[in-house]
Nanobody, 119 residues
Framework: QVQLVESGGGLVQAGGSLTLSCAASGNIRVNDMGWSRQAPGKQRELVATITRGAITVYADSVRGRFTISRDNAKNMVYLQMNSLKPEDTATYYC??????????????WGQGTQVTVSS
């Protein structure tokens, strides 16, 4: 059984910063990790991914503002969000791929943490 615990969401003014954290627990080998988000009435968007070797990929909407990182020893992934915009408001989900899976087929999702950016 894998459990993902997210933290760090909240309310911030436009232009501000937040850092999200996610810890994966369980007897697993974590492969790719990532963050996705979903705003009300919109489709879920994959925001950023990172491989075990720290290769990162970002959505165009956040490139240059968000930074994903991870600690392989602790099975943790982080999302540093800078220059936040009201359109970044969404529920953010931690994603984990285990075994031979990759970011194309994450098999575990966190419960979500709310990020609200006020204008």
């Amino acid at each position: 059984q894998v459990q993902l615990v997210e933290s760090g969401g909240g309310l911030v003014q436009a232009g501000g910063s937040l850092t999200l954290s996610c810890a994966a627990s369980g007897n697993i080998r974590v492969n790719d990790m990532g963050w996705s988000r979903q705003a009300p009435g919109k489709q879920r968007e994959l925001v950023a991914t990172i491989t075990r070797g720290a290769i990162t990929v970002y959505a165009d909407s956040v490139r240059g503002r968000f930074t994903i990182s991870r600690d392989n020893a602790k099975n943790m992934v982080y999302l540093q969000m800078n220059s936040l915009k009201p359109e970044d408001t969404a529920t953010y989900y931690c994603n984990v791929a285990t075994g031979s899976r990759t970011f194309r087929n994450f098999d575990y999702w966190g419960q979500g943490t709310q990020v609200t950016v006020s204008s």
